[in-house]
């Protein structure tokens, strides 16, 4: 493999003495030194960063959506950020020990399937911290986990095509059934039953599939054409790569399709007629910004609505009506958590 820049400068670190004389310690306690802040903080721009994507990017979805925030990033903070892209389930600990062993400062792991690998390796590079998006096994105190709400997201979903279905038939299609995946199809589908109700239209069907795969095109199109030959005329679709050969197939038979996390109206205006989009920048500034600050380690961080992380992108087979709705609810969502924090 190739050797990637100069070895990261050390951290600095402040070490407080407390000594007998009180005037000693008053004069370090008001000349600025800080024992939690100084200690931790850590300088972006020294620091060697890589991001392990699962798949390719041209998805239309995941790995699409965490790419943008790279790009993004690297121009707002003028910092390197080194991307791996496509890597494979059995090189997973291989490339996250090669960095480790590289001496990369922080390690971003996009994607659960990441879990397992991770917790494996942190342990042999205390100094590297881990960080694994959407992640739910840190069992180390140099791994974090950022966790994006995606049941908000799929709520927000369900509001655009429960205002504008016109069939008692609910689609959707994602990739592995596990518990993140599993709460926000329950989300989408409860939400979407009550919508078509208020509405008067009668509700028929659920049809739910998992390609079990990111990657497969063709398993995702023969899924979407059996949904769609079952009565099926507008899908909710969260399958990376895959999901394109869900879209070619709404294309072919003229169904619709509810996109999420990146933005696919653009490439598929009259199929795609609407997205929930996972606002990448936000996501890793918030990543970055408690790096710096020593706070990403260790902990579980949830973000979400509240956070500004989600945005709902429309083509123009969406109403006013419709977009005044999600509008609607964001807000809704945004001042119920204020409320919340604010009674604390």
Request: proline residues 2%.
């Given at each position: 493999m190739r050797k990637w820049g100069r070895k990261s400068s050390e951290k600095h670190v402040v070490l407080c003495i407390y000594g007998l004389c009180a005037i000693m310690i008053t004069t370090l306690f008001f000349g600025g030194c800080s024992v939690a802040g100084t200690?931790?903080?850590?300088?972006?721009?020294?620091?060697?960063?890589?991001?392990?994507?699962?798949g390719e990017i041209g998805d239309l979805s995941w790995n699409d959506?965490?790419?943008?925030?790279?790009?993004?990033?690297?121009?707002?903070?003028?910092?390197?950020?080194?991307?791996?892209?496509?890597?494979?389930?059995t090189e997973f600990e291989l490339m996250l020990a090669y960095y480790g062993k590289q001496k990369y400062d922080l390690i971003l792991a996009s994607g659960m399937q990441?879990?397992?690998?991770?917790?494996?390796?942190?342990?042999s590079y205390p100094d590297t911290t881990?960080?694994?998006?959407?992640?739910?096994k840190c069992e180390h105190s140099n791994i974090a986990l950022i966790n994006i709400k995606e049941?908000?997201?799929s709520y927000?979903?369900?509001?655009?095509?429960?205002?504008?279905?016109e069939n008692g038939n609910i689609g959707m299609i994602a990739g592995y059934p596990n518990s993140a995946m599993k709460q926000l199809l329950d989300v989408y589908?409860?939400?979407m039953k009550g919508l078509l109700q208020k509405r008067g239209i009668v509700y028929e069907s659920s049809y739910r599939a998992y390609t079990n795969s990111w990657a497969d095109e063709n398993l995702g199109r023969k899924i979407a054409n059996q949904m769609i030959e079952s009565g099926v005329d507008?899908?909710?679709?969260?399958?990376?790569?895959?999901?394109?050969?869900?879209?070619?197939?709404?294309?072919?038979?003229?169904?619709?399709i509810i996109g999420f996390c990146s933005d696919s109206t653009k490439e598929y205006p009259d199929t795609v007629i609407a997205s929930v989009k996972f606002n990448a920048d936000k996501i890793y500034e918030h990543i970055f910004d408690l790096y710096v600050s020593g706070k990403l380690k260790g902990d579980d961080i949830d973000i979400g609505v509240k956070e500004g992380i989600f945005e709902a992108v429309y083509s123009k087979h969406i109403p006013e009506e419709v977009r005044g709705k999600v509008s609607e609810e964001m807000e809704d969502f945004q001042n119920r958590m204020h409320s919340i924090d604010m009674g604390r």
């Open positions: 200690k931790s903080e850590k300088n972006l721009k020294d620091s060697k960063i890589v991001v392990l994507f699962p959506m965490n790419y943008e925030g790279v790009k993004i990033c690297r121009e707002k903070y003028n910092i390197d950020i080194k991307c791996e892209f496509n890597v494979q389930e990441f879990n397992e690998a991770v917790n494996t390796v942190a342990p881990f960080c694994i998006i959407n992640g739910s049941y908000e997201a927000l979903a369900s509001v655009i095509a429960g205002n504008i279905e589908e409860k939400n507008m899908l909710f679709v969260y399958t990376n790569e895959a999901g394109l050969g869900c879209i070619q197939a709404a294309q072919e038979k003229d169904a619709k």
